[in-house]
């Protein structure tokens, strides 16, 4: 059974489904796997996911399926995880383990922002290093009016800006956690 347990990430998408949800009080993770290649009297009858945390939670959870969820808190966290079959007395080895990591997202790269007159043109590109919350979105303020917008592009246009009015810009990230800490850029239009 060491080694057969799959997991699906970002990272082999071309392979497995992933699944990821977020709800008010919590992160929702399936886990799949495998079963493991052994004798017909040999074939696990349950399996045990163990989980820990970094904070020193350790727990176990019993299913008959090769499909699990896992339901988090919604902090930031990293869990290792990992799978054993179970057949009567028998426990087989736990398979490799996974390390999820939830987080909020880091800033996003390359802030570029361009304009003349009233309008103003701000592009990024998304941050790395996100760990296994995906990117949801993207929250843009300017300080004059503290006008929030949210978007899932990579850009947005402002416009109807005064002239010879200095803004600061701030582009963040946004995941199941929160937002990104923001760095501010400034414009003298």
């Not at 008959?64 to 988090?72: E, M």
């Not at 996974?98 to 043109?121: H, M, Q, R, S």
Request: contains cysteine; glycine residues 6%; aromatic residues 12%.
């Amino acid at each position: 059974m060491s080694g057969l347990f799959s997991y699906s990430t970002r990272k082999s998408e071309q392979r497995y489904k992933s699944n990821y949800e977020t709800t008010k009080n919590s992160i929702i993770q399936t886990l799949y796997w495998s079963e493991p290649s052994t004798s017909a009297n040999d074939v696990p009858k349950y399996y045990t996911i163990y989980y820990s945390s970094s904070n020193g939670i350790t727990l176990e959870k019993n299913t008959t399926g090769l499909v699990y969820t896992l339901v988090f808190p919604p902090k930031n966290e990293t869990y290792n995880v990992s799978v054993a079959g179970r057949s009567g007395q028998h426990i087989g080895p736990r398979s490799d383990h996974i390390t999820l990591v939830y987080k909020e997202p880091p800033v996003p790269l390359e802030v570029i922002i361009t304009g003349k007159a009233c309008d103003v043109y701000i592009s990024w590109k998304p941050p790395t290093d996100i760990g296994d919350l995906p990117i949801t979105g993207y929250v843009i303020e300017h300080s004059t009016t503290s006008i929030k917008l949210n978007t899932t592009t990579l850009n947005v246009s402002i416009s109807q800006l005064i002239p010879k009015t200095k803004y600061t810009f701030r582009v963040k990230a946004v995941n199941a956690l929160g937002e990104s800490f923001v760095h501010g850029y400034e414009l003298y239009n």
